[in-house]
């Protein structure tokens, strides 16, 4: 499972709260990312990262924040939540340090906002 | 606009049965192409394809990718109901503006195979 662990795996929130979702990786792999998946878009990408303090947005950026501090740590905040903002959060890693390998994705975070 | 398109988006097979899915895109300065399977939870990898004509295979799945066409084909022969997932197909671009090399996915296949 390349050691990634999401926190929390589920959340109900309301609308125009702040949320942070939490991606742990054990190993020090380079790349993390965090995408969201809804019905009919497959996998999003929001943010990701390329080393510590080293972040870039993703296709769906708007409404989203990420810091990502230690090698092993990448959030993602919601700055004020949304009902749009409903969906499944996967963190993923690139294990072999290239970022256009394949990447291993955490469990998955199912966010409700309501 | 760079996208990837899948077909078809779903698919009921019986056991046995061998199935085709359907990935083609359009991206500039294409990368490489992944292909995923998602059950009921994350998705998981399972080939990765950057030159044409060369298959790659893993037990009962294989697939192979046509940089000319630009698609590529998901096989699955004597399928079980194990089988049953969502497919996933993503290919990667160069990104000239960043140093990442951009993933987009596609909408998924679902599979269900019945005994």
């Known amino acids: 499972d390349a050691g990634i662990t999401q926190s929390p795996r589920h959340k109900v929130t309301e609308t125009g709260t702040p949320v942070t979702l939490r991606c742990h990786q054990t190993?020090?792999?380079?790349?993390m990312y965090w995408y969201r998946q809804d019905p009919g878009h497959g996998l999003r990408l929001i943010h990701y990262?390329?080393?510590?303090?080293?972040?870039d947005k993703g296709e769906v950026s708007d409404g989203y924040s990420v810091s990502r501090s230690k090698t092993e740590d990448f959030l993602l905040t919601l700055e004020s939540a949304t009902s749009s903002q409903t969906s499944v959060y996967f963190c993923a890693i690139s294990t072999t340090g290239l970022p256009y390998n394949e990447q291993f994705f955490g469990p998955g975070t199912r966010l409700t906002v309501l | 606009e760079d996208k990837v398109v899948q077909s078809p988006l779903s698919l009921v097979v019986h056991e046995g049965d061998t199935v085709t899915l359907n990935c083609s895109y359009e991206?500039?300065?294409?990368?490489?192409l992944l292909w995923y399977k998602q059950e009921k939870k994350a998705p998981t990898f399972l080939f990765m394809l950057t030159s044409s004509g060369i298959e790659k295979k893993s037990g009962r799945l294989s697939s192979i990718l046509d940089k000319k066409e630009l698609f590529s084909i998901l096989n699955i022969t004597a399928t079980q109901t194990g089988d049953s997932a969502i497919y996933l197909c993503?290919?990667?671009?160069?990104?000239?503006?960043?140093?990442?090399?951009?993933?987009?996915f596609g909408p998924g296949t679902s599979l269900s195979v019945i005994p």
């Open positions: 993503a290919v990667a671009h160069v990104q000239m503006k960043t140093s990442y090399d951009k993933v987009i």
């Open positions: 990262s390329y080393g510590v303090k080293d972040t």
């Open positions: 991206v500039t300065n294409f990368r490489s």
């Open positions: 190993e020090n792999h380079r790349y």
